[in-house]
């Protein structure tokens, strides 16, 4: 029982430092490059370790089975808990349906003038992109003033746009 409960405790240490080093052990040494992507993640292989030390422990202690049934038993729910695992994990990870924002999603958006711009030279302004506020410098062929509403005519670069005054 006693490597049972050995196992149990080594697969907790190997998720905690997976969690805290956060894919530390998985760059240690160019041989795991590729083996523990996806399915063999650390997480999945401390979780079947755990659940194997565990399981068998508790098989051959509680129940007082043997160590060749402890065993199976361990390794049954060993592939259940690393099964669970890996789709959870995947849940947490998994992008979703809709793709990261762009810059090329500002035009038509409208934002405000944080440095004035001069006309045909750059300002800075305030915009928002999938919610999050965004300074970006900001041209315009006439001069905006600090705090004026602009609109997003087009994207002049990754860190730039174009605007014009919003007229009311």
Known sequence: MGWF????????IVLALSLVFDGFLESVGGAFDGFLDGFLSLPVI??????????????????????????????????????LTWRFSRVLLRDGDAPAPRGEDLTGTSGAVVTAIPAGGYGEVLLYLAGQPVKYAAKSAVPVERGSEV?????????????????R
């Open 5 to 12: 409960l050995g196992f149990g405790v080594a697969g907790l």
């Open 46 to 83: 401390a979780g079947f370790v755990s659940a194997l030390g565990f399981a068998g422990a508790i098989a051959m202690g509680a129940a007082g089975a043997g160590a060749v049934t402890a065993t199976l038993t361990g390794v049954a729910a060993g592939a259940l808990v690393g099964w």
């Open 151 to 167: 609109w997003v005519e087009s994207v002049l670069s990754p860190t730039s746009v174009t605007v014009r005054p919003v007229e």
